[in-house]
Nanobody, 113 residues
Framework: QVQLVESGGGLVQPGGSLRLSCAASGIRFSFFAMAWYRQDPEKQRELVARIGSGGTTTYADSVKGRFTISRDNAKNTVYLQMNSLKPEDTAVYYC???????WGQGTQVTVSS
């Protein structure tokens, strides 16, 4: 049974930082690419960042230079470091095992003064 558990969301002021974590179980984590998505109520779910099994990363244009995705295969965990946060980054953030239907439950990120 695959489980993805996100943590690290919260309320932060514009310009602040947060680090999201997603702990995976029930899969051979190191074999899979992982991704972070986000969704706010008025928009479709969008891909934020992806990291391949070998560590190659890709980012949405809206977060390039501000967000960093990384992984620790020893801990079966993928991270999203978010810096210089903007109000438009407010959303529920989800991690996903790439090319599968396995999603986490989501963690709320709110950027507001």
């Amino acid at each position: 049974q695959v489980q993805l558990v996100e943590s690290g969301g919260g309320l932060v002021q514009p310009g602040g930082s947060l680090r999201l974590s997603c702990a995976a179980s029930g899969i051979r984590f190191s074999f899979f690419a992982m991704a972070w998505y986000r969704q706010d109520p008025e928009k479709q779910r969008e891909l934020v960042a992806r990291i391949g099994s070998g560590g190659t990363t890709t980012y949405a244009d809206s977060v390039k230079g501000r967000f960093t995705i990384s992984r620790d295969n020893a801990k079966n965990t993928v991270y999203l470091q978010m810096n210089s946060l903007k109000p438009e980054d407010t959303a529920v953030y989800y991690c996903k095992v790439w090319d599968t239907g396995h999603w986490g439950q989501g963690t709320q990120v709110t950027v507001s003064s």
